[in-house]
């Protein structure tokens, strides 16, 4: 793995560090984003806590920001929205640019792009009300997963094992968004992939009671495994964090996220989907990954910080 330079120079600027929204992750966010603040006011930046749902983002520009820390999750923060309203106030913001992120919170349009370029995804349909469900039942075999196609922390995901639930799957993931999608279950190890700049960090593997990692595993129950070294032999983690790394390219994404895949019983690795705005509490993913490579939370931080950009 190549070395990771962290930044020394601390003149950002005023910064803003945006958290809270009104996507269903906000009280995620909120956390990610106290985690964010505290660690650069601990290095000395000028950071300031900015909620997009309390007041209008032109105030950015009226209190004099010069840089903003997106600790945003889901909707209006992770999917483009507000990366195009920051870009037109001429605002440098962590991240990837508008067009990656509105890919990224599409898990359909992710998966076309990574087909397209050579990257191993399940199997997938789209469903609606008039869905022949047998036939996707029979399509991509059970059991299978429904979610929304623009939600996270897999809000309103359903592990479905009998073809007669489907459509009680589909209408809970319809609560949540107007497109649904049915994804080929792979049964195997659950791994994740954090991306910092150009780098692939340590692989995380994650052992989830029953072997679903949901929204209850994620952030509720106490049974959730982490791993990390993920104890894969060298050569298989190089091969997945290389790919990891396109898989990441090809939606265009930069600065820095996290690429989620399942590695099945035949030793083949299939991506789920690209996170481009990361939990960051001391206990996310990411830090954990950097800790793994010898990076502190703070010096996560201040790095994803520099990697800011314009457009």
Same mark, same amino acid.
């Given at each position: 793995? @190549?070395?990771?330079?962290?930044?020394?120079?601390? *003149? +950002?600027?005023? !910064? &803003?560090?945006? /958290? #809270?929204?009104?996507?269903?992750?906000?009280?995620?966010?909120?956390?990610?984003?106290?985690?964010?603040?505290?660690?650069?006011?601990?290095?000395?930046?000028?950071?300031?806590?900015?909620?997009?749902?309390?007041?209008?983002?032109?105030?950015?520009?009226?209190?004099?920001?010069?840089?903003?820390?997106?600790?945003?999750?889901?909707?209006?923060?992770?999917?483009?929205?507000?990366?195009?309203?920051?870009?037109?106030?001429?605002?440098?913001?962590?991240?990837?640019?508008?067009?990656?992120?509105?890919?990224?919170?599409?898990?359909?349009?992710?998966?076309?792009?990574?087909?397209?370029?050579?990257?191993?995804?399940? @199997?997938?349909?789209?469903?609606?009300?008039?869905? *022949? +469900?047998?036939? !996707? &039942?029979?399509? /991509? #075999?059970?059991?299978?997963?429904?979610?929304?196609?623009?939600?996270?922390?897999?809000?309103?995901?359903?592990?479905?094992?009998?073809?007669?639930?489907?459509?009680?799957?589909?209408?809970?993931?319809?609560?949540?968004?107007?497109?649904?999608?049915?994804?080929?279950?792979?049964?195997?190890?659950?791994?994740?992939?954090?991306?910092?700049?150009?780098?692939?960090?340590?692989?995380?593997?994650?052992?989830?009671?029953?072997?679903?990692?949901?929204?209850?595993?994620?952030?509720?129950?106490?049974?959730?495994?982490?791993?990390?070294?993920?104890?894969?032999?060298?050569?298989?983690?190089?091969?997945?964090?290389?790919?990891?790394?396109?898989?990441?390219?090809?939606?265009?994404?930069?600065?820095?996220?996290?690429?989620? /895949?399942?590695?099945?019983?035949?030793?083949?690795?299939?991506?789920?989907?690209?996170?481009?705005?990361?939990?960051?509490?001391?206990?996310?993913?990411?830090?954990?990954?950097?800790?793994?490579?010898?990076?502190?939370?703070?010096?996560?931080?201040?790095?994803?910080?520099?990697?800011?950009?314009?457009?």
């Amino acid at each position: 793995m @190549r070395t990771i330079d962290i930044v020394s120079n601390h *003149d +950002f600027g005023k !910064v &803003a560090v945006l /958290l #809270g929204g009104r996507s269903a992750e906000r009280g995620i966010s909120l956390q990610s984003g106290k985690a964010v603040l505290d660690a650069l006011r601990r290095r000395g930046v000028d950071a300031h806590p900015f909620d997009p749902s309390e007041q209008p983002m032109e105030a950015l520009l009226r209190q004099g920001f010069e840089r903003a820390h997106i600790a945003l999750h889901g909707r209006y923060g992770e999917d483009g929205t507000v990366q195009g309203a920051l870009e037109l106030m001429g605002l440098p913001y962590t991240g990837s640019g508008v067009l990656a992120s509105a890919l990224a919170m599409d898990k359909w349009r992710t998966k076309l792009l990574w087909q397209a370029g050579g990257i191993s995804t399940p @199997r997938h349909l789209l469903l609606d009300e008039q869905s *022949d +469900f047998d036939a !996707v &039942a029979r399509d /991509l #075999g059970l059991p299978m997963i429904v979610k929304p196609v623009r939600e996270g922390s897999t809000i309103g995901l359903s592990k479905v094992v009998d073809a007669k639930d489907l459509p009680a799957a589909r209408r809970l993931a319809a609560l949540h968004d107007s497109m649904v999608l049915a994804e080929q279950f792979i049964e195997g190890v659950e791994l994740t992939a954090a991306i910092l700049g150009d780098v692939t960090l340590p692989l995380v593997r994650i052992e989830a009671e029953g072997g679903l990692y949901d929204y209850e595993a994620k952030y509720v129950s106490n049974q959730t495994r982490y791993f990390c070294p993920s104890n894969l032999s060298t050569a298989q983690e190089h091969a997945i964090q290389a790919q990891a790394l396109q898989a990441h390219r090809v939606l265009g994404c930069e600065g820095w996220g996290r690429v989620d /895949l399942i590695l099945d019983k035949s030793g083949q690795h299939h991506f789920l989907e690209t996170n481009t705005s990361p939990g960051m509490t001391s206990h996310s993913l990411v830090p954990m990954a950097a800790k793994a490579a010898g990076i502190s939370f703070d010096d996560l931080v201040l790095r994803i910080l520099e990697l800011a950009h314009v457009g």
